[in-house]
């Protein structure tokens, strides 16, 4: 039931990731220029060249350039970066840890308090509550990532000095960049939550759950939540790319290592394997994401098992 | 058809307060753009070293960044461009989504399905990586940043004029026009668009909103508008160096940036509420 | 006397959809409430279970009294244990009334351990028995079906079911029908009827079809736009109908032969809540009004059936 579906989906996914898999490929032979001179750094000796070639096909049609480069990814070969003059693979291995547990930290935090605040808004409808809540949605949904890190910063790190300013050394430098995701997500998660609630809250069946003599709070845990459950759910599947998307910024402006920051500075550097490299790697956990959301709504929901039978 | 627009909905949108000063912002802002050249106090690219880093005060509303250049004027010519960017980049975004969605809706079958794989997919990916990705491939710069902003608010007009359509398909009056001999080409512009251009105008403002936040963030990173173009993100980026002793250069063009998008979202509900189009809103 | 009902006034928001609404209900007794669309009998219902703030209603006048218990004085605690427990509620759509994430032996099962204090086990035991009584075949695997899974019919009797589960004394049926499919309907209408005997229900039915009022209920109560109009027993209101209302819609029944059949339709359509007509609301689209119709409002004239209309006591 649930495997056979997570199968499904799981097959589905393959040949979208491959699609992208080929954009990302052809980022290098879209610029300007001898693809060759994107992949390796200026001033190296012919011979260099010849064996990037060599290992690279770059002598060969594009489909089969494609095919080896694809080949070397499975097998870990990332390539080398230009700047550092090292295998991205090792690279990507050392950001990757800093920018997940970045990410983990920011989603749970989100989903979390989003959650409760999104409940919490519907509970107390009509009254002032809700409206504070609306107003922070508003504002979580709307300022942008970076000049609230900013923010953030010059108020917590630099006025107050709780936090430091940037880097991962010690604990409490990850606080500030999952509180600056979090604004955002916060907003996302309670503001779906908030509407679903209002949905479901009109549907028939609540008014014959009343009939029984159900309590109110019986009503929402056990029968309006799993229902409103369902489109925060496939929101937040949808959406883990835009945490994703504020880890990359967040990562930039408190100097934090990650994939986002690399990302970022190989871009301004030009250093293409790297760019690839990352855009991959991101590109793989929106996919992985997608993927997680859909297999848990199928678990949610026995009506979509039933429609892909 | 646009007179009747404007007549009806979108004057209404002006009925609470809300609306008018949300919407009362947007329309300043946009002819502050429009007569930039005029308004300024200050030429935004002189440079005044006596006073560099002053805190806002008369003459120098929002203050001087750390050439001595009038903040303020600045930020008014980055309006200019944040605003045109998004504008035509989402301008774009809505008639190739348009295009896409009608016909989607309207052949139905595999050609749909593989339409809407695509573009659930590019809704999945947050703006912030298809902007990065457009930016490894044409360069930093305006270009990019307008690929960017296209690529990643199409799915949602996309979506929205599709559902339209497939909804519009079923009601009888389009299968009795059919029957009546009409072509497919009279349907789609006669019938179907103008129910779904509703819809598609309000998201459209929202999606500018966006588009001005991932205008300010390539900025920011120094990817997007290079010097001499003004623009939110890059003032800010500059700024960064100064964060400790001039944090208006920073915290002033946010608010400028933050003000527009709050407004765009309450204009926007407004719009919502009086063209009476929330279902039609559904799931986007 | 099992329910009474006098002067019931309701009030959404700015707009009162209901007033001047009164009528009782027996021990044993059937009471079937008519009307179109519009008349204000769901909403009655919805009164008497007093889930008026799930729609921001509230009653502004009159009162309700269930075996002796005025409802209107009632805490929403105190409601809680008289719904599903004394009173049972069976909605119009069975395909929206069941919660579709859980299966349907549980969500009966609740209404045992709620107001019965039964057991998980004991609970089951008694459900499986009851989809039995409601003539389902094999109850014991279709308790471990998803709404979906189910006809219409069906989903009705789970419906009806959870009304059941905790033996009432009171049964609301808020058009039990309407939702079904024509033969599905005459089965689940025999199966109320027997089920009432059986276990010596007191029904408030309520519905717009005066056909099954007329195979099912012991008394009638007539509403229209938001008010009565005309009362009493089911031999009484058929044989001599004294509001011109009642007249059309007995007339509306498809009666004769298929060649001679007519079908008779009452001109004009069911006033907008927001804005009744002044004086007798049926005033516009009665064939007997005059001016004074327009200005004053008739009260029940106590007839042999009660009858809001002023000319109530002419020759029919």
Redesign the interface.
């Given at each position: 039931m649930i495997i056979k579906y997570s199968i499904q989906r799981l097959l589905m996914i393959i040949p979208v990731s491959l699609s992208i898999s080929v954009f990302i490929f052809l980022i290098v032979h879209m610029l300007p220029g001898d693809p060759i001179d994107n992949l390796i750094r200026v001033g190296s000796s012919p011979a260099d060249r010849i064996a990037l070639i060599a290992k690279y096909g770059l002598d060969q049609s594009l489909f089969k350039q494609y095919i080896i480069w694809i080949g070397r990814i499975f097998t870990g070969d990332f390539g080398d970066a230009i700047v550092l003059r090292r295998p991205v693979a090792d690279l990507i291995g050392q950001n990757l840890p800093y920018s997940l547990q970045l990410g983990a930290l920011a989603f749970a935090f989100s989903s979390i308090v989003g959650l409760i605040l999104g409940i919490t808004a519907w509970a107390a409808r009509n009254s002032w509550v809700e409206q504070v809540v609306k107003g922070f949605i508003l504002l979580g949904s709307t300022v942008p990532g970076f000049w609230l890190a900013l923010l953030m910063i010059l108020l917590f790190s630099v006025t107050l000095g709780w936090f430091p300013v940037s880097g991962a050394k010690t604990w409490s430098s990850i606080v500030l960049p999952v509180l600056t995701i979090g604004f955002g997500g916060i907003a996302l998660v309670a503001r779906v939550t908030r509407v679903a609630l209002l949905d479901v809250a009109r549907?028939?069946?609540?008014?014959?759950?009343?009939?029984?003599?159900?309590?109110r709070p019986v009503i929402l845990f056990r029968?309006l939540l799993?229902?409103a459950l369902l489109p925060v759910v496939t929101i937040l599947a949808l959406r883990i790319g835009w945490i994703l998307g504020g880890a990359v910024t967040v990562e930039f402006v408190f100097g934090r290592p990650g994939l986002g920051s690399l990302l970022i500075r190989a871009l301004g550097q030009r250093d293409y394997p790297v760019v690839q490299g990352c855009l991959l790697m991101l590109a793989l956990a929106v996919m992985l994401g997608t993927l997680i959301g859909d297999i848990t709504q199928a678990a949610?929901?026995?009506?979509i098992r039933?429609a892909s039978k | 058809m646009i007179a009747a627009i404007s007549n009806s909905g979108f004057g209404r949108a002006f009925s609470t307060p809300l609306g008018v000063i949300a919407g009362g912002f947007l329309i300043l802002l946009v002819v502050v753009a429009l007569f930039a050249p005029w308004i300024t106090p200050f030429d935004i690219a002189l440079q005044d070293l006596d006073n560099r880093n002053t805190a806002p005060a008369w003459p120098h509303l929002m203050g001087t960044d750390e050439f001595g250049r009038d903040v303020l004027s600045r930020v008014i010519y980055g309006a200019r461009t944040s605003l045109s960017v998004s504008a035509t980049a989402i301008g774009i975004s809505v008639t190739v989504g348009m295009i896409l969605g009608a016909a989607a809706g309207y052949f139905g079958g595999m050609f749909e399905r593989a339409v809407m794989t695509v573009v659930d997919l590019t809704w999945s990916f947050p703006d912030i990586l298809i902007a990065l990705i457009f930016v490894a491939i044409l360069g930093p710069g305006l270009t990019s940043t307008m690929f960017a902003i296209a690529i990643a608010y199409l799915a949602q007009f996309t979506r929205l004029t599709r559902a339209q359509i497939v909804r519009l398909k079923q009601e009888t009056f389009v299968e009795a026009t059919i029957n009546l001999g009409a072509s497919p080409i009279h349907i789609v512009f006669r019938h179907l668009l103008p129910n779904a251009l509703a819809p598609v105008i309000v998201v459209a403002m929202l999606a500018i909103g966006d588009g001005i936040v991932l205008e300010a963030t390539l900025g920011f990173f120094g990817l997007g508008a290079q010097p001499p173009t003004p623009s939110w993100g890059a003032m800010m980026s500059s700024g960064t160096a100064q964060l400790f002793i001039a944090p208006w250069v920073i915290i002033l063009p946010g608010v400028a940036i933050a003000i527009t998008v709050i407004a765009v979202n309450l204009f926007g509900d407004e719009l919502v509420r009086a063209l009476d189009i929330r279902d039609r809103l559904r799931g986007s | 006397m099992m329910l009474r009902v006098d002067n019931l006034g309701v009030s959404i928001g700015s707009v009162r959809p209901l007033s001047g609404v009164s009528f009782n209900l027996g021990k044993g007794e059937t009471v079937g409430i008519v009307g179109e669309s519009g008349s204000g009998k769901s909403l009655t219902a919805m009164s008497v279970?007093g889930?008026l703030p799930?729609i921001n209603g509230e009653i502004t006048s009159g009162s309700i009294n269930f075996d002796g218990t005025e409802l209107t004085a009632l805490s929403e605690a105190e409601y809680?244990?008289?719904?599903?427990?004394r009173i049972?509620?069976i909605?119009q759509?069975p395909m929206?009334?069941?919660?579709?994430?859980?299966k349907i032996g549980p969500q009966i099962d609740?209404?045992a351990r709620?107001?019965l204090g039964l057991g998980k086990r004991a609970a089951r035991e008694r459900t499986v028995e009851l989809l039995g009584d409601l003539r389902i075949s094999d109850p014991a695997s279709i308790y471990h079906l998803?709404p979906?899974q189910m006809s219409g019919g069906m989903k009705q009797r789970i419906?009806i079911a959870?009304?059941l589960a905790a033996d009432p004394d009171l049964l609301i049926a808020d058009e039990p029908t309407t939702a079904l499919d024509v033969t599905v309907q005459a089965q689940i209408i025999r199966l109320l009827m027997d089920l009432v005997t059986d276990r010596n229900l007191s029904l408030l039915l309520i519905t717009h079809d005066m056909s099954v009022v007329a195979q099912t209920c012991d008394k009638v109560v007539v509403m229209y736009a938001g008010t009565v109009v005309e009362r009493g027993t089911v031999e009484a209101i058929f044989d001599s109908p004294h509001h011109p209302y009642t007249q059309a819609l007995i007339g509306c029944i498809p009666r004769g032969l298929v060649g001679e059949m007519r079908l008779q339709g009452i001109d004009g359509t069911v006033p907008s809540v927001v804005h009744y007509p002044d004086g007798c609301r049926f005033h516009p689209r009665c064939s007997r009004a005059e001016d004074i119709c327009a200005t004053i409002v008739p009260e029940l004239v106590e007839t042999q059936n009660a009858a809001a209309c002023h000319f109530a006591n002419e020759e029919t």
């Amino acid at each position: 039931m649930i495997i056979k579906y997570s199968i499904q989906r799981l097959l589905m996914i393959i040949p979208v990731s491959l699609s992208i898999s080929v954009f990302i490929f052809l980022i290098v032979h879209m610029l300007p220029g001898d693809p060759i001179d994107n992949l390796i750094r200026v001033g190296s000796s012919p011979a260099d060249r010849i064996a990037l070639i060599a290992k690279y096909g770059l002598d060969q049609s594009l489909f089969k350039q494609y095919i080896i480069w694809i080949g070397r990814i499975f097998t870990g070969d990332f390539g080398d970066a230009i700047v550092l003059r090292r295998p991205v693979a090792d690279l990507i291995g050392q950001n990757l840890p800093y920018s997940l547990q970045l990410g983990a930290l920011a989603f749970a935090f989100s989903s979390i308090v989003g959650l409760i605040l999104g409940i919490t808004a519907w509970a107390a409808r009509n009254s002032w509550v809700e409206q504070v809540v609306k107003g922070f949605i508003l504002l979580g949904s709307t300022v942008p990532g970076f000049w609230l890190a900013l923010l953030m910063i010059l108020l917590f790190s630099v006025t107050l000095g709780w936090f430091p300013v940037s880097g991962a050394k010690t604990w409490s430098s990850i606080v500030l960049p999952v509180l600056t995701i979090g604004f955002g997500g916060i907003a996302l998660v309670a503001r779906v939550t908030r509407v679903a609630l209002l949905d479901v809250a009109r549907e028939d069946f609540i008014t014959l759950l009343h009939a029984k003599g159900l309590s109110r709070p019986v009503i929402l845990f056990r029968h309006l939540l799993p229902h409103a459950l369902l489109p925060v759910v496939t929101i937040l599947a949808l959406r883990i790319g835009w945490i994703l998307g504020g880890a990359v910024t967040v990562e930039f402006v408190f100097g934090r290592p990650g994939l986002g920051s690399l990302l970022i500075r190989a871009l301004g550097q030009r250093d293409y394997p790297v760019v690839q490299g990352c855009l991959l790697m991101l590109a793989l956990a929106v996919m992985l994401g997608t993927l997680i959301g859909d297999i848990t709504q199928a678990a949610m929901d026995p009506r979509i098992r039933e429609a892909s039978k | 058809m646009i007179a009747a627009i404007s007549n009806s909905g979108f004057g209404r949108a002006f009925s609470t307060p809300l609306g008018v000063i949300a919407g009362g912002f947007l329309i300043l802002l946009v002819v502050v753009a429009l007569f930039a050249p005029w308004i300024t106090p200050f030429d935004i690219a002189l440079q005044d070293l006596d006073n560099r880093n002053t805190a806002p005060a008369w003459p120098h509303l929002m203050g001087t960044d750390e050439f001595g250049r009038d903040v303020l004027s600045r930020v008014i010519y980055g309006a200019r461009t944040s605003l045109s960017v998004s504008a035509t980049a989402i301008g774009i975004s809505v008639t190739v989504g348009m295009i896409l969605g009608a016909a989607a809706g309207y052949f139905g079958g595999m050609f749909e399905r593989a339409v809407m794989t695509v573009v659930d997919l590019t809704w999945s990916f947050p703006d912030i990586l298809i902007a990065l990705i457009f930016v490894a491939i044409l360069g930093p710069g305006l270009t990019s940043t307008m690929f960017a902003i296209a690529i990643a608010y199409l799915a949602q007009f996309t979506r929205l004029t599709r559902a339209q359509i497939v909804r519009l398909k079923q009601e009888t009056f389009v299968e009795a026009t059919i029957n009546l001999g009409a072509s497919p080409i009279h349907i789609v512009f006669r019938h179907l668009l103008p129910n779904a251009l509703a819809p598609v105008i309000v998201v459209a403002m929202l999606a500018i909103g966006d588009g001005i936040v991932l205008e300010a963030t390539l900025g920011f990173f120094g990817l997007g508008a290079q010097p001499p173009t003004p623009s939110w993100g890059a003032m800010m980026s500059s700024g960064t160096a100064q964060l400790f002793i001039a944090p208006w250069v920073i915290i002033l063009p946010g608010v400028a940036i933050a003000i527009t998008v709050i407004a765009v979202n309450l204009f926007g509900d407004e719009l919502v509420r009086a063209l009476d189009i929330r279902d039609r809103l559904r799931g986007s | 006397m099992m329910l009474r009902v006098d002067n019931l006034g309701v009030s959404i928001g700015s707009v009162r959809p209901l007033s001047g609404v009164s009528f009782n209900l027996g021990k044993g007794e059937t009471v079937g409430i008519v009307g179109e669309s519009g008349s204000g009998k769901s909403l009655t219902a919805m009164s008497v279970m007093g889930l008026l703030p799930l729609i921001n209603g509230e009653i502004t006048s009159g009162s309700i009294n269930f075996d002796g218990t005025e409802l209107t004085a009632l805490s929403e605690a105190e409601y809680r244990l008289l719904r599903g427990g004394r009173i049972g509620l069976i909605t119009q759509n069975p395909m929206t009334s069941l919660d579709p994430l859980k299966k349907i032996g549980p969500q009966i099962d609740v209404v045992a351990r709620l107001h019965l204090g039964l057991g998980k086990r004991a609970a089951r035991e008694r459900t499986v028995e009851l989809l039995g009584d409601l003539r389902i075949s094999d109850p014991a695997s279709i308790y471990h079906l998803y709404p979906h899974q189910m006809s219409g019919g069906m989903k009705q009797r789970i419906v009806i079911a959870m009304a059941l589960a905790a033996d009432p004394d009171l049964l609301i049926a808020d058009e039990p029908t309407t939702a079904l499919d024509v033969t599905v309907q005459a089965q689940i209408i025999r199966l109320l009827m027997d089920l009432v005997t059986d276990r010596n229900l007191s029904l408030l039915l309520i519905t717009h079809d005066m056909s099954v009022v007329a195979q099912t209920c012991d008394k009638v109560v007539v509403m229209y736009a938001g008010t009565v109009v005309e009362r009493g027993t089911v031999e009484a209101i058929f044989d001599s109908p004294h509001h011109p209302y009642t007249q059309a819609l007995i007339g509306c029944i498809p009666r004769g032969l298929v060649g001679e059949m007519r079908l008779q339709g009452i001109d004009g359509t069911v006033p907008s809540v927001v804005h009744y007509p002044d004086g007798c609301r049926f005033h516009p689209r009665c064939s007997r009004a005059e001016d004074i119709c327009a200005t004053i409002v008739p009260e029940l004239v106590e007839t042999q059936n009660a009858a809001a209309c002023h000319f109530a006591n002419e020759e029919t």
